[in-house]
């Protein structure tokens, strides 16, 4: 009997959707409306193999949902059977600690979390309202990027500042990518035939967004994403870590307005800050070139994820084995194999010919004789949040 979940992750200006069949796990439609807000939005809905496109104004999510509706009425599949809708949440503060069905109290204290997400959560709230109004008779799920770093130690998840100060505004690191990092453990263990109740592991999502987390017998003990997902290793765009310093530092030198910084460290550091590109497959081409930036931003996103590494190392004792997943830690065959080699000492022994390997499986590009596998499993957000939605309905 099939099972069909429509999954929704509503940003600001776009909503990705997908149909999966929780028993087959097979994708059955998938989805992207862009340009929600703008002057003419666009819709590409494929089922079947088959994209449908469409344009039309979309003034909000509201009205892009609707339309989302239509297309799957004109092209298929049925929404009919669909049992649950599951709604990606960036950020679920202290509340939600676990996926949640979605009540008018969920919703209302989702409201209350938006200063902690100002950009992220009022689009998703929007697009719970719309898609509650759009299929009203089957239960609708949040699930949050921030719920498997609940279980992180106050050690790890509280910032040196002032106690209460930090308790009234909710100030503390959560984390995010939480989805992917649960995913990804599992699988390794899987993987690697391993007991998750006594396996110590490190995870590596390192996509345009990066993280790493530190995870004991299944349960997260630190990550590298903050307060905010600006915290952490070097990413597309985002600085990642830097002195809290630079903040007043940029206002009094120069001249900056917080909003003026808050763009610069999100959208104008990290790989484009450093060399002018955020994409590895286009700065590959400039470092082959010998561009001295290029080579710059390689050398820092290196050196912190080994950093970040060796601390996850120091905290967990002992490691069995490091996942690589997303774009990056999917594809990038130098970012991999110059953090290995760095590794070696600490019993990571890199295989270059199945690190160099180009595969969509799940694959190990340690030496079978590693002391710490090294594998790349291929994250699947959406087949996690399936899964999720599937057992919080439950
Ligand atoms: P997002 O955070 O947007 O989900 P992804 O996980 O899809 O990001 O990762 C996107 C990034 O992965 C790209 O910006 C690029 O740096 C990297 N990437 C994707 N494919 C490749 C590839 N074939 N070779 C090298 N890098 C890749």
Redesign the pocket.
């Known amino acids: 009997m099939s099972k069909p979940i429509l999954l929704l992750n509503c940003g600001s200006s776009s909503v990705k959707y997908q149909v999966i069949d929780a028993e087959s796990e097979a994708v059955t439609a998938t989805g992207l409306i862009q340009r929600i807000g703008e002057d003419l939005g666009t819709i590409d809905h494929t089922h079947d193999g088959n994209k449908h496109s469409d344009q039309r104004v979309y003034p909000d999510h509201k009205v892009a949902l609707a339309h989302m509706v239509a297309m799957f009425e004109q092209y298929g599949p049925s929404l009919n059977e669909v049992v649950a809708v599951g709604h990606r949440c960036v950020h679920g503060g202290e509340r939600f600690r676990e996926t949640t069905v979605i009540d008018d109290a969920v919703i209302a204290a989702l409201r209350e979390l938006i200063p902690l997400a100002p950009l992220h959560n009022p689009p998703g709230i929007a697009g719970i309202d719309a898609a509650r109004a759009e299929l009203p008779d089957v239960p609708h799920v949040a699930v949050f990027d921030t719920a498997f770093f609940s279980t992180l130690p106050a050690q790890a998840y509280s910032y040196a500042i002032d106690t209460d100060l930090a308790k009234r505004y909710g100030i503390r690191k959560y984390g995010f990518h939480g989805t992917s990092h649960s995913y990804v453990s599992r699988k390794a263990a899987e993987f690697l035939g391993k007991d998750m109740a006594s396996f110590n592991q490190i995870v590596a999502h390192?996509?345009?967004?990066a993280s790493i987390s530190a995870i004991q017998a299944g349960a997260a003990v630190d990550t590298s994403m903050g307060l905010t997902p600006l915290a952490g290793l070097v990413m597309?765009t985002r600085s990642g870590d830097v002195d809290p310093g630079l903040t007043p530092f940029l206002a009094n030198q120069a001249g900056m307005s917080i909003a003026e910084i808050d763009d610069f460290l999100n959208k104008k550091s990290g790989l484009i800050g450093l060399s002018g590109v955020?994409?590895?497959?286009d700065?590959?081409p400039m470092m082959d070139a010998g561009d001295e930036r290029a080579l710059l931003a390689m050398d820092v996103y290196v050196h912190r994820l080994i950093s970040y590494i060796g601390s996850y190392l120091a905290l967990l004792g002992h490691v069995e084995a490091l996942t690589f997943t997303?774009?990056?830690g999917?594809?990038?065959v130098m970012v991999r194999e110059r953090t290995i080699r760095a590794l070696e000492p600490f019993g990571f022994v890199l295989d270059p010919e199945a690190n160099n390997a180009r595969s969509k499986q799940a694959r190990r590009i340690s030496t079978p004789d590693s002391p710490v596998a090294v594998l790349v499993i291929p994250?699947n957000e959406e087949l996690a949040m399936a899964r999720e939605t599937v057992a919080a309905i439950n």
């Open positions: 390192l996509g345009n967004g597309g955020n994409d590895f497959r700065l590959e997303a774009g990056v999917e594809n990038q994250t």
